[in-house]
């Protein structure tokens, strides 16, 4: 089992709240690292030791973070979507094809959340899960609509579903022979591409997306204080401001 983290958006709703940083390097108040370093050291808690991630705007900055990791011992490629401005999340899965060479954990990168998010899903008997959460009211959400335990539509509008049964959370397992199937051009976003998949709902579970100032506020008045970080070993590499010229 390996990690897939996708990390190529623009982050545009931050609106400077993070410098010229990708949204993964986003620290809020409150929480001891980046969301990306921590769902690194998440991700190596439950032992997984091979991370890809999938790069876009200020590539750099995550190539900077890989290197100095690797040399502690981490085990981290990066992989830029070069056409990152004009295409989503599912181009940047695409482009990390021939770098997946097992069954995976799929991460969005602006997340926070419990560890409890992963051994749930490395818990499952099901080789192809979505994890999904009870309702948030936390705004942009990604609505789901289930049947028979599986991914049948989903939308941020929910008027354009028949029920609302869960909500997205932005994590999942994905066997190879599953990924080697997904239809890449089918999809911009890579949420619809796990159509069909088997939906795992974990109540009261601790997480959010950091996406825009309100999710940041929510975070660190919500989130952040509950979180049982205590025996957390987290990377410190320093990650400065620069300008991708990859």
Known sequence: MIAVILAAGLGSRLKGLNGNLPKGFLQPEGLKTSLIERSIALLQKAGIQKIIIGTGFESKAYQDLASKLNKKGYHIITCKNEQFQSTGSSHTLSCLKNMIDDDFLLLESDLLYESRALELLLNSKES?????????????????????????NLSKNPKQLDSLDAELVGIS??????????????????????????VLIAKDLLWCEIDCLEHKIRAQKSIIPKLDDKDLTLPHPKIRNHNDTA
């Not at 979505?130 to 942009?140: H, K, N, P, W």
């Not at 080697?180 to 911009?188: G, S, Y």
């Open 173 to 198: 397992k994905i066997s190879l022979t599953s990924f080697q199937n997904l239809e890449f051009e089918n999809a911009l976003d890579y949420e619809y591409l796990l159509k069909g998949f088997y």
């Open 128 to 152: 192809d899960v979505i994890l999904a959460s009870t309702f948030t009211q936390s705004g942009d959400e990604v609505f789901l609509e289930i049947r028979n335990s599986r991914l049948y």
